[in-house]
């Protein structure tokens, strides 16, 4: 069998991470133009293949934890986060993973909502009369509120403390694909002092609701009591690993993520138009945007769909061979990485009419484009497939349909960009100029009458912001 063609302009000894490090987008775009669906390049002395298209991402997510291993392409995550999920030994995922799908059951998707509300609501409070922000710096906050609130309750900031976040900060800012996690660097000492002092706050968190569980239903009760697949329960230092690692894996996603929906709608105004009058018709202003309401969005979910095609927050995912594979005319060895790329399959011409451009209605019954499961890869796919995603979609909707239902915004940033971020991508600055709508263009004068004499404090927030 041949050997897959190697991409053009690779150097010597460092082959083309250089270029990887700098725009890897446009390296799998040249890759793809060059040789087609299948092309190698070479990471140092490392050989990867880079696929393109639902059939062979369909053999990537399929093949993994058989023929392909996950754990090798991540392993710079596990001296940041450690041992578990898809950094910890195919045994150990698969004893974990009843506790991981407790965790996103159907049912628990019901405090999760009202967690986002209260929060997104709380941002918003925020905001005064009229201003300007960064949606990518306030997103970046939100999501960690949202994060704090639907997995460890509405203590949350008590709990945790002050300093949690800038803790998970110096962990995040440690993660490094390519140098070895143990060289003597001050990104990396910081990272080790702030694990300790996270395990300490963890570990209190654990034995609060070790000696009182009938106090508590979050995550880390859930962690404690549902019993594995070998029938032990998550020893303390693995509840606390898999907090960190739902936080890493749930909380710069979907902040990027959600940041690049708004702008990518502020951009498209003709768009926005149909999103704008979904929310007037779907949801009221004061009501909680639960489940039934959420099952009324179309446009807002297809223009996160239509986000998650252009502007993937995870554009690419890894494997490693480890034992003979064949892809297409192609027999890969066991050593080899293999690679998913949004930036290939995101934009093939015969998937995805005119790919280059932000078009939802794309996804509408009528259309019916991407419905192959392996032809978007933002998400992943197959056994591994992010169990977060129907939480990260329902937290984007929720944000955008309350952030544009009670302001109308204006988008100020004019080149906005990819940053690859180290926990996954996001957008650079998007400024908006904001202006908080008055309140009987949201609702009718008795509404704002009763709610007012209840006490409902979004509407007194509301009302004091449109007098100052
Ligand atoms: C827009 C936001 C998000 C994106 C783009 C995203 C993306 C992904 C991707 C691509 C994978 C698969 C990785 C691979 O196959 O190599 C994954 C896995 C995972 N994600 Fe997400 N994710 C998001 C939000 C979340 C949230 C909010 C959570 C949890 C609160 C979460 C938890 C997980 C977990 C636990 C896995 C591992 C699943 C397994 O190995 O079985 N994700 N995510």
């Given at each position: 069998?041949?050997?897959?063609?190697?991409?053009?302009?690779?150097?010597?000894?460092?082959?083309?991470?250089?270029?990887?490090?700098?725009?890897?987008?446009?390296?799998?775009?040249?890759?793809?133009?060059?040789?087609?669906d299948?092309?190698?390049?070479?990471?140092?002395?490392?050989?990867?293949?880079?696929i393109t298209g639902a059939e062979y991402n369909r053999t990537f997510y399929l093949?993994?934890?058989?023929?392909?291993?996950?754990?090798?392409?991540?392993?710079?995550?596990?001296?940041?986060?450690?041992?578990?999920?898809?950094?910890?030994?195919?045994?150990?995922?698969?004893?974990?993973?009843?506790?991981?799908?407790?965790?996103?059951?159907?049912?628990?998707?019901?405090?999760?909502?009202?967690?986002?509300?209260?929060?997104?609501?709380?941002?918003?409070?925020?905001?005064?009369?009229?201003?300007?922000?960064?949606?990518?710096?306030?997103?970046?906050?939100?999501?960690?509120?949202?994060?704090?609130?639907?997995?460890?309750?509405?203590?949350?900031?008590?709990?945790?403390?002050?300093?949690?976040?800038?803790?998970?900060?110096?962990?995040?800012?440690?993660?490094?694909?390519?140098?070895?996690?143990?060289?003597?660097?001050?990104?990396?000492?910081?990272?080790?002092?702030?694990?300790?002092?996270?395990?300490?706050?963890?570990?209190?968190?654990?034995?609060?609701?070790?000696?009182?569980?009938?106090?508590?239903?979050?995550?880390?009760?859930?962690?404690?009591?549902?019993?594995?697949?070998?029938?032990?329960?998550?020893?303390?230092?693995?509840?606390?690993?898999?907090?960190?690692?739902?936080?890493?894996?749930?909380?710069?996603?979907?902040?990027?993520?959600?940041?690049?929906?708004?702008?990518?709608?502020?951009?498209?105004?003709?768009?926005?138009?149909?999103?704008?009058?979904?929310?007037?018709?779907?949801?009221?202003?004061?009501?909680?945007?639960?489940?039934?309401?959420?099952?009324?969005?179309?446009?807002?979910?297809?223009?996160?769909d239509e986000?998650t095609r252009l502007?993937p927050?995870?554009d690419?995912q890894?494997?490693?061979?480890?034992?003979?594979?064949?892809?297409?005319?192609?027999?890969?060895?066991?050593?080899?990485?293999?690679?998913v790329s949004g930036a290939t399959s995101h934009f093939m011409p015969g998937v995805f009419s005119?790919p280059?451009?932000?078009?939802?209605?794309r996804y509408?019954?009528?259309r019916g484009e991407g419905k192959n499961p392996f032809a978007i890869i933002g998400f992943g796919g197959g056994?591994?497939k992010?169990?977060?995603?129907?939480?990260?979609?329902?937290?984007?909707?929720?944000?955008?349909?309350?952030?544009?239902?009670?302001?109308?915004?204006?988008?100020?940033?004019?080149?906005?960009?990819?940053?690859?971020?180290?926990?996954?991508?996001?957008?650079?600055?998007?400024?908006?100029?904001?202006?908080?709508?008055?309140?009987?263009?949201?609702?009718?004068?008795?509404?704002?009458?009763?709610?007012?004499?209840?006490?409902?404090?979004?509407?007194?927030?509301?009302?004091?912001?449109?007098?100052?």
């Amino acid at each position: 069998m041949e050997t897959p063609p190697m991409i053009s302009g690779g150097l010597p000894i460092i082959g083309h991470i250089a270029e990887m490090l700098r725009d890897r987008e446009r390296l799998f775009k040249r890759g793809h133009a060059e040789h087609g669906d299948l092309f190698a390049m070479k990471l140092g002395p490392q050989p990867v293949l880079v696929i393109t298209g639902a059939e062979y991402n369909r053999t990537f997510y399929l093949e993994t934890d058989k023929s392909l291993n996950m754990q090798d392409g991540y392993s710079f995550l596990k001296e940041a986060i450690g041992e578990v999920l898809f950094t910890a030994s195919q045994d150990d995922y698969y004893n974990q993973r009843p506790a991981l799908q407790e965790v996103f059951k159907r049912e628990r998707m019901v405090s999760y909502l009202k967690a986002m509300n209260i929060e997104v609501q709380r941002w918003l409070d925020s905001l005064g009369h009229s201003g300007e922000i960064d949606i990518t710096e306030s997103m970046l906050h939100l999501t960690q509120y949202v994060a704090g609130r639907a997995l460890i309750g509405p203590d949350f900031e008590q709990e945790l403390g002050a300093e949690f976040w800038d803790l998970y900060k110096d962990i995040s800012a440690s993660l490094d694909p390519v140098l070895p996690p143990n060289l003597p660097l001050p990104k990396f000492w910081r990272r080790d002092k702030a694990k300790k002092k996270i395990m300490t706050i963890l570990k209190g968190l654990i034995q609060k609701r070790r000696d009182h569980p009938e106090r508590y239903d979050d995550l880390i009760t859930t962690l404690l009591t549902t019993p594995l697949k070998d029938g032990t329960t998550m020893p303390d230092d693995t509840i606390v690993i898999m907090f960190m690692g739902l936080i890493f894996a749930g909380h710069e996603t979907t902040a990027g993520q959600a940041a690049w929906v708004i702008a990518l709608l502020l951009q498209h105004p003709e768009y926005l138009g149909l999103v704008n009058a979904e929310i007037r018709d779907k949801a009221a202003y004061g009501q909680e945007i639960d489940a039934g309401v959420l099952s009324k969005f179309d446009h807002i979910f297809w223009a996160i769909d239509e986000t998650t095609r252009l502007r993937p927050s995870a554009d690419t995912q890894l494997r490693t061979v480890s034992s003979p594979i064949t892809i297409g005319n192609y027999e890969i060895p066991a050593g080899w990485r293999l690679m998913v790329s949004g930036a290939t399959s995101h934009f093939m011409p015969g998937v995805f009419s005119n790919p280059e451009a932000f078009d939802p209605l794309r996804y509408s019954p009528e259309r019916g484009e991407g419905k192959n499961p392996f032809a978007i890869i933002g998400f992943g796919g197959g056994i591994h497939k992010c169990t977060g995603m129907n939480f990260a979609k329902n937290e984007m909707a929720i944000i955008t349909a309350l952030f544009l239902q009670q302001f109308d915004v204006e988008l100020l940033s004019q080149d906005i960009h990819v940053v690859a971020g180290n926990g996954a991508n996001h957008p650079s600055e998007v400024f908006v100029r904001y202006q908080r709508k008055p309140l009987t263009a949201l609702t009718d004068a008795t509404t704002i009458r009763e709610a007012a004499a209840a006490g409902c404090p979004h509407i007194r927030q509301h009302m004091s912001a449109e007098q100052n």
